[in-house]
């Protein structure tokens, strides 16, 4: 049974930083590696947005502008671990963050981690 289990969330004050991890519990490695991992978030009253993807070559995709230079998404295959490394935290950065696992049409979510960036 696939499993993601995210953590690392918590309260951080403007300026912080933070790493979430994700790990995956239920593949064989030889899938694992193939599987695409995104992180997600979601803010309150506001839909669900990917943040950035990384393919399993590694290969890096950001999808939200206002976290380009600040968060830094990795993985380490061999831990079945992805990671979103958060430097210089904004309040705008609070939400529920969640990570994703696909392999074509198939896809796995974690059940989420809260990140409060506040003073």
């Known amino acids: 049974q696939v499993q993601l289990v995210e953590s690392g969330g918590g309260l951080v004050q403007p300026g912080g930083s933070l790493r979430l991890s994700c790990a995956a519990s239920?593949?064989?490695?030889?899938?694992?590696?193939?599987?695409?991992m995104m992180w997600y978030r979601q803010a309150p009253g506001v839909e669900r947005e990917l943040v950035t993807t990384i393919d399993s070559n590694g290969g890096i995709t950001n999808s939200v502008a206002s976290v380009k230079g600040r968060f830094t998404i990795s993985r380490d295959n061999a831990k079945y671990t992805v990671y979103l490394q958060m430097t210089s935290l904004k309040p705008e950065d609070t939400a529920v963050y969640y990570c994703?696992?696909?392999?074509?049409?198939?896809?796995?979510w974690g059940q989420g981690t809260q990140v409060t960036v506040s003073s």
């Open positions: 994703k696992a696909c392999l074509y049409s198939t896809c796995y």
């Open positions: 239920g593949f064989t490695f030889r899938m694992y590696v193939m599987y695409t």
